[in-house]
């Protein structure tokens, strides 16, 4: 009778496998020199039972993973899984957090509580030699939460009970971080340090009373000290907190605990893959691919390189790694160093999505699909699209080797739920309740295609756009250029007048022309001017718009059109983009088509009729892809395409990381990869499908379009992408001007601010090394055509604009002394200026002054498994004041103001979420208004190069310790001065900010903002009190309370 079974010693087997790869030895073949590794290593890194050598290698045999000739022994397994995480983190990090994630995060918290103190706060709050603290309001957890309403005192008593059998003395109680509203009082004396004896069975109650004047959750960390005779002395702890909450706030409250993310599955196990079944493309692609994409797999060296880091004796290959990272950018090296800079980053996506697996999971049958529920989705944690894939099996059979695992193709995301296709097997077996572990995956696509600009780019020619150093000085004009503007503000202002001249007559080429400014200052204003002069002036001229997000895309677009005929133009979107979030003015001239109720992708030929084509950029988004229809997929064109395998997160601050695997070298569930089940015609469908999923601009390299189809390619928000992606829609697509061969094309023109967003990256190594350096900022930097000289800059070349057109100058003061140097100068206007509209508003503390800051002392929460933050406290608030906004339009001092001259940003996707809940679906009033749908609630990210009359900000974060996990994550506000900077400088005419001042004074940014509002008047709501007591609430303390344990 064998102790183990097969599965189990063959899961032993696998782990062996594992071990050897993971010591360098997977070469060895020698029978016995394996049993030596295997008795004497392997089996003593573990305390549990471990089969014998010949039952582990017999159970490998009987599951086909091993060959085994006389005494030699041949692994058939033969993926090496690893994640190399290029955040190189202390391992104690690992082994005390309770949940951590790949990258060693910890991801979870009770309320207030970091999962980084967990254990330590588990010995707090332990009742100890029979004394126990309790209340009516214990929440668990030595959490204590009571009720409260402004205005309205509040008492409850906390008891000491002491349970045990010996007297006991209360030496100290000591409230730490505590809330002015928050008081304790006892009848003895205890709180101001009277010591009290407690006998066994004896109970002292010891009262906490809070009085406030506002909503909000007032705590304080509690810790009773006791002694014991003869020497004993300890300690016990809780979390006070009294809260004060309306109805809007209760209602929008976690819909479940928070529960933590599993610790991810990794575990290399043999794995036979069931396919799953794609969504239907009905997608009408007439779109040429001409130019094929390869798989740029980065190689497994790099990965082993990273792995072993810079101190080993692999460290010369380190050292190749770092001098070609640190080597200066040129055209000789442009396609080696973004190559290696791309797989740096896609290395460590792999170990970012990680976070993101799932165990224990249940899914809903419809039809015949599966629904899961992925609570971080709608913030692109992890990002999935249409057409993408996860795998997921049984979690029964979690350890089973082989393990069937099965791919579920995503047919459509519903805000957290995602509607997957499996294959009819799973179907079949499927009950509901069923367990699964699921693992996600991340699209290489957009990789595949910077990669292949940066190969594209290296031709010749493309160096002189690239790396200019001249211009041929030759104007397109014989004259001079005498347009009839067409947005007449242009006149006032010489510099933007001479970039529209400069652009259009062709002077820097082949140079490419840049516009940079600050905020507001009318950088997308001058490129759709100078669209629309290029449009007029050269009937000949083809132009490719571009922008990394579609948002930024869109609003070229709806500029675009303002005076230029829809039909004229032509704004590309991608197939995963739901048409309802295209804005419906820009819907006349973008590729859906009414009669099939989906996008279509006409041809080169008839694409060719348009002479502006609009789209994004190759990452700026998951939403650039397109599918493909089986027809096509049946005309085998010679793409010599890969599937793909995933998705990279949109440029959201929430999404900052994403990334992960389905490829089979990068499969933590790894090992033999069988694709069983589907194959054929659906097969390939499928895979088509995935092979379709390129982003438009790529696309239209794919197409082939003849060099220098495209006369004139403009970029706006050039700051907001990597060099590679804005490489995209040059290499391949815009041929440099050339006096013979393009003496009237090869323009390229860069608009943007560095100060802004930039790209979002997830391996350090990769920003360290300059692939956050966008191709604007790079050229501006480091070229000398760009550079400033005592006369200024070059108009012949760069554009710098600097008159803000945008927002009152009050508002913006704080950016322009922080991040611009206070170069930045407002325009003043003559007559009605819609920038005071808002200056003699009730509502503002001061007059004239159109900006609040509103304290709030509310509360991070999460809710079910988001990982993604809320504060009801300062939903609340925010409504308050959109109700007064938006009811008392045009009445008493309030202006008249639409909805959709309102936006309110928020950097956490779960409190965008629970804000539009509260105006669409919970407060009556709002939900009423007619046009309610058209204010918009979004990212900073989506509102990069937006403006609206009236701002709203919730900056969410009320618990500091949550900041690193902000930082690492490249989430808030706080740890991202871009971001600042772009939230503020949307708002025309008022802004409101809605904060804990005590948590955002601790960044310096903030902190200037703050004391601004505070001495022009514009502060209210919760104090704020510069020496900042509360903020420290847990962390600064729980290290000392900890010592008294
Ligand atoms: N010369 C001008 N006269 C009057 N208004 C102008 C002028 N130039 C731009 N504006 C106005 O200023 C506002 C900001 O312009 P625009 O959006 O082009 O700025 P931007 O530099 O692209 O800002 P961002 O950095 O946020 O993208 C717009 O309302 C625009 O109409
Ligand atoms: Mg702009």
Request: with cysteine; glycine share 8%.
């Amino acid at each position: 009778m064998p102790r183990f079974s097969v599965a189990e010693a063959s899961l032993w087997g696998c782990q062996f496998v594992q071990f050897l790869q993971d010591t360098g030895r997977e070469q060895t073949s020698l029978r016995e020199t394996l049993r030596t590794i295997y008795n004497q290593e392997f089996r003593g890194r573990t305390e549990a039972r471990t089969p014998n050598f010949s039952c582990m290698l017999f159970a490998l045999r009987t599951t086909h993973q091993v060959q085994v000739r006389g005494d030699l022994v041949k692994f058939k397994v033969k993926r090496h899984v690893v994640v190399a995480d290029q955040y190189r983190r202390p391992r104690s990090n690992a082994q005390t957090s309770v949940a951590t994630s790949a990258s060693g995060q910890q991801l979870s918290s009770t309320p207030q509580m970091p999962q980084r103190y967990a254990k330590q706060w588990a010995e707090l709050i332990r009742g100890k030699h029979g004394v126990e603290i309790t209340s009516d309001y214990d929440q668990g957890n030595g959490n204590i939460r009571f009720p409260v309403v402004p205005g309205e005192p509040r008492t409850v008593a906390v008891l000491v009970q002491n349970r045990g059998t010996e007297v006991v003395t209360l030496q100290r109680f000591q409230a730490q971080q505590q809330a002015r509203e928050l008081s304790f009082t006892d009848e003895q004396g205890a709180v101001q340090g009277q010591s009290l004896l407690l006998h066994p069975g004896g109970m002292y109650p010891i009262q906490a009373r809070c009085l406030t004047t506002c909503n909000g959750h007032f705590s304080a960390v509690v810790s009773f000290e006791f002694t014991k005779e003869p020497d004993v002395s300890f300690s016990i702890s809780r979390y006070v907190a009294a809260i004060a909450e309306s109805q809007l706030a209760k209602d929008l409250g976690p819909s479940a605990p928070f529960q933590p993310y599993e610790a991810s599955l990794q575990r290399h196990v043999t794995v036979i893959t069931e396919d799953g079944i794609p969504p239907d493309s009905s997608l009408k692609n007439e779109l040429e691919r001409e130019i094929p994409l390869g798989t740029y797999q980065y190689p497994k060296s790099l990965k082993d390189t990273i792995l072993l880091g810079p101190n080993t004796s692999a460290s010369s290959s380190w050292a190749a790694m770092r001098s070609l990272l640190e080597a200066p950018l040129q055209a000789e090296n442009y396609y080696q160093k973004f190559q290696l800079l791309l797989h740096l980053e896609e290395i460590q996506m792999e170990v970012d999505i990680r976070r993101y697996d799932m165990q224990d999971v249940t899914m809903v049958q419809e039809r015949a699909l599966l629904v899961l529920d992925v609570p971080g989705v709608a913030e692109n944690r992890p990002s999935l699209l249409r057409g993408d894939h996860l795998f997921a099996h049984l979690s029964s059979e979690r350890d089973h080797s082989p393990l069937v695992r099965y791919k579920g193709y995503v047919h459509s995301v519903e805000l957290d739920r995602v509607r997957l296709g499996f294959s009819s097997k799973l179907q079949k077996k499927f009950v509901k309740n069923l367990k699964f572990d699921v693992t996600f995956t991340f699209s290489r696509l957009p990789l595949q295609v910077q990669h292949r600009a940066v190969v594209l780019a290296v031709r010749p020619g493309l160096s002189s756009l690239l790396f200019p150093s001249a211009s041929c000085h030759k104007s397109l004009f014989s004259g001079p250029f005498q347009p009839r503007w067409f947005n007449r503000k242009l006149e006032t202002n010489e510099e933007q007048c001479k970039a529209v001249t400069h652009i259009v007559t062709g002077v820097s080429r082949p140079a490419p022309y840049l516009i940079f400014g600050p905020p507001g200052t009318g950088k997308t204003v001058t490129v759709v001017e100078a669209i629309k002069q290029v449009w007029t002036c050269f009937k000949d001229a083809h132009i490719l718009a571009c922008a990394p997000s579609n948002s930024a895309a869109d609003l070229l677009c709806q500029c675009i059109i303002k005076d230029i005929a829809p039909q004229n133009v032509y704004r590309l979107i991608a197939s995963s983009r739901s048409y309802r979030e295209v804005p419906t003015d820009i819907r006349p001239c973008c590729n859906w088509d009414d009669e099939q109720s989906s996008y279509v992708y006409p041809s080169k030929e008839r694409l060719s009729h348009y002479r502006i084509i609009i789209t994004t950029l190759v990452t700026a988004g998951r939403s650039e892809e397109l599918g493909l229809s089986p027809a096509s997929v049946a005309g085998g064109p010679r793409a010599a395409l890969q599937p793909g395998c995933g998705s990279r997160p949109s440029g959201t601050q929430l999404g900052g990381v994403g990334g992960g695997q389905a490829a089979a070298g990068t499969s933590l569930l790894c090992g033999r990869m069988r694709v069983k089940g589907r194959r054929g015609r659906m097969a390939r469908w499928g895979r088509m499908l995935r092979t379709a999923s390129l982003r438009l601009s790529s696309r239209l390299v794919s197409a082939g379009f003849a060099p220098g189809f495209f006369s004139h390619v403009f970029i706006d928000e050039c700051g907001h992408a990597v060099e590679p992606e804005s490489v995209v829609a040059v290499a391949g697509l815009l041929a440099p001007m050339d006096e013979e061969n393009n003496p009237s094309g090869g323009q390229l023109v860069l608009a943007g601010d560095p100060k802004q967003l930039g790209p979002v990256l997830t391996s350090p190594l990769a920003i360290q090394y300059g692939l956050g350096t966008s191709l604007l900022e790079r050229l501006m930097l480091h070229n000398p055509l760009y550079q400033k000289s005592s006369g200024g800059y070059n108009p012949q070349f760069i554009t710098k604009l600097l008159w803000n057109y945008r927002s009152h100058e009050a508002i913006l003061r704080i950016p322009n002394e922080l991040f611009y140097d206070n170069e930045l100068k407002v325009c003043r206007s003559n007559g009605l200026d819609i920038r005071n509209l808002f200056c003699t508003w009730e509502e503002l503390p001061k007059k004239g002054f159109p900006i609040i800051f509103h304290g709030v002392c509310g509360e991070d929460q999460r809710e079910a498994k988001s990982p993604s933050f809320f504060n009801t406290a300062e939903i609340e608030v925010l409504v308050h004041y959109l109700k007064r906004l938006l009811q008392s339009r045009g009445r008493g001092s309030c202006p008249s103001v639409s909805p959709k001259e309102i936006g309110i940003i928020s950097p956490y996707r779960k409190q965008v979420e629970k804000i539009r809940k509260a105006i669409t679906c919970l407060d009556p009033d709002l939900q009423e208004l007619p046009d309610i749908s058209q204010l918009k609630v979004g990212s900073v990210e989506e509102f990069q190069g937006q403006e609206r009359q009236v701002i709203l900000i919730s900056t969410v974060r009320s618990c500091s310790t949550y900041l690193q996990f902000d930082q690492t994550f490249r989430l808030g506000f706080l740890k991202n001065p871009k971001r600042l900077n772009v939230a503020i400088t949307r708002a025309k005419a008022l802004l409101i900010v809605v904060g804990n001042p005590t948590v955002l004074s601790k960044d310096h940014h903030w902190l200037r903002f703050l004391r601004y509002c505070k001495e022009q008047g514009g502060y209210t709501g919760y104090p704020f009190e510069e020496e900042g007591t509360a903020e420290d609430r847990l962390a600064n303390d729980l290290q000392a309370l900890q010592l008294r344990v």
